[in-house]
């Protein structure tokens, strides 16, 4: 578990997260992880689903968009409310569209941009002053293997996830010493349909499990890892070919 300076009058003395896209897959994956290492957390989801998750781990759930201003308020405010701290903001995104260049209109540009780096912002901005009150915080962002190696059949996440990447770094050296930002570039997860063509090129041999996922992005959270910041890591099974 983190380690904290002295808590002020009212505030939890278990750390706190929140916890974005968590109904499935990735998020729900990084709740019931941080809820096992000792985390409150508070949990958002466009599904229902996100609310057994929540009741699973004792959690805060509220029903909300990424893409929504209002919505994030509402979950850092849940989490001042609740338990008057935030130590954690795992800022994980849904599916992007996919296909040739030039088979993707302007909207799907345009809504890729709004979940992959304006959410990134819209989170940081409520979270980051609530982070500091507490004496100092992680982000991590899902972004994509796409970001490490181009992949013509995803060039929305190939794009605006290299993007995330910069962000990341450029956050992380404004934001710092109080608050580490990072992101976990994924490459195919089991609870996606992966064809088996793209199965057979995995080195590994198979898709990630969510928990597998789960247990690097809580590491991030983790004074474990109070050293790293501004890094973008790929956890593909050795999927991506690029040296860097």
């Known amino acids: 578990m983190p380690s904290h300076p002295p808590y002020p009058l009212g505030m939890s003395t278990s750390p706190v997260a929140i916890i974005t896209a968590a109904s499935k897959g990735i998020g729900a994956a990084c709740a019931r992880k941080l809820a096992e290492d000792g985390y409150r957390v508070a949990l958002m989801s466009r599904s229902e689903a996100g609310r057994a998750v929540a009741e699973e781990i004792d959690g805060a759930w509220l029903q909300g968009d ?74 991590v962002c899902t972004s994509g293997a796409a970001a490490r190696d181009v992949m013509d059949d995803y060039p929305i996440s190939t794009v605006l996830r290299s993007g ?65 910041t501004g890094e973008s890591i790929c956890m593909d099974g050795g999927l991506t070919r690029a040296v860097r």
Request: proline share 5%; glycine share 6%; aromatic share 6%.
């Open 66 to 139: 990424l893409t929504n201003d209002s919505d994030i308020a509402a979950l850092v405010d849940t989490a001042r409310e609740r338990w008057n701290r935030l130590d954690a903001a795992i800022i994980n995104t849904g599916h992007l569209a996919t296909g040739p260049l030039l088979e993707l209109d302007d909207d799907a540009w345009r809504a890729g941009l709004d979940m992959v780096l304006l959410s990134v912002m819209r989170v940081a901005k409520r979270a980051v002053p609530l982070m500091r009150e507490s004496g100092g915080g992680a982000i």
């Open 164 to 228: 995330l990447t910069a962000m990341v770094r450029l956050a992380s050296r404004q934001w710092a010493p109080d608050i580490r930002v990072n992101a976990v570039m994924p490459g195919f997860v089991e609870t996606f349909d992966v064809p088996v063509e793209i199965i057979e090129q995995i080195p590994a041999g198979r898709a990630a499990e969510p928990a597998e996922l789960a247990g690097l992005m809580a590491w991030l959270c983790s004074d474990a890892a109070r050293y790293v």
